[in-house]
């Protein structure tokens, strides 16, 4: 009987220090992941450069940094994009007769479902809404 105790007290204290081992494996595990992940990282970047490098003219370039060529066209400046969303030619003239307020507004709070949803994750600063709005100016004006 009493081996027997001695045995569960030399289980415990193996099991114990396994443990032990076991977690600070771990750790030294996990910082080796973190280290060796820093590769996959950078080549993400790279290829995000790379896409960044598409053929949109410079005066344009504000469409594509902010996706929305992700899911429209220009046809009239000649910016190809998504068909998720509709061609941005006439936007700026057609805007008010669409929906009711002009493009500055409702690029600040959109009145319908989708483009609500993509502003509301990414907001767009007043400078961008200028530099947009003169481009779709200049679309309709084509
Ligand atoms: C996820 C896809 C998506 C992205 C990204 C997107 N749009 Fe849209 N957009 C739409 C859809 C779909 C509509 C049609 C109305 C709706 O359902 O919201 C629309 C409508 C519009 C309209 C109204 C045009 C019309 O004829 O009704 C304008 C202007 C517009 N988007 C501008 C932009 C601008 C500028 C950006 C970039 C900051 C952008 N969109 C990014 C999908 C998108």
Redesign the pocket.
């Known amino acids: 009987m009493k081996s027997n105790g001695l045995i569960f007290i030399l289980a415990f204290v193996l099991a114990f220090a396994g443990g032990y081992f076991f977690f600070t494996n771990d750790k030294t595990n996990d910082t080796q992941i973190k280290e060796s992940s820093e590769s996959p990282t950078e080549a993400g970047k790279e290829s995000k450069d790379e896409k960044e490098q598409t053929s949109v003219p410079a005066e344009y370039e504000i469409?594509n940094t902010?996706?929305?060529l992700?899911?429209?066209a220009v046809s009239s400046l000649g910016l190809e994009g998504?068909n998720?969303?509709?061609d941005?030619s006439?936007?700026y003239s057609?805007?008010e007769g669409?929906?009711g307020i002009d493009?500055n507004s409702?690029?600040q709070k959109?009145t319908?479902?989708?483009?609500?949803s993509?502003?509301e994750g990414?907001p767009?600063s007043a400078d961008e809404r200028e530099e947009?709005l003169e481009v779709?100016k200049k679309a309709s004006e084509k």
Do not use: Q
């Open positions: 469409l902010k996706s929305c992700s899911c429209h998504g998720t969303g509709p941005l006439n936007a057609d805007i669409k929906h493009l409702f690029l959109p319908s479902a989708v483009m609500s993509v502003i990414s767009l947009i779709l």
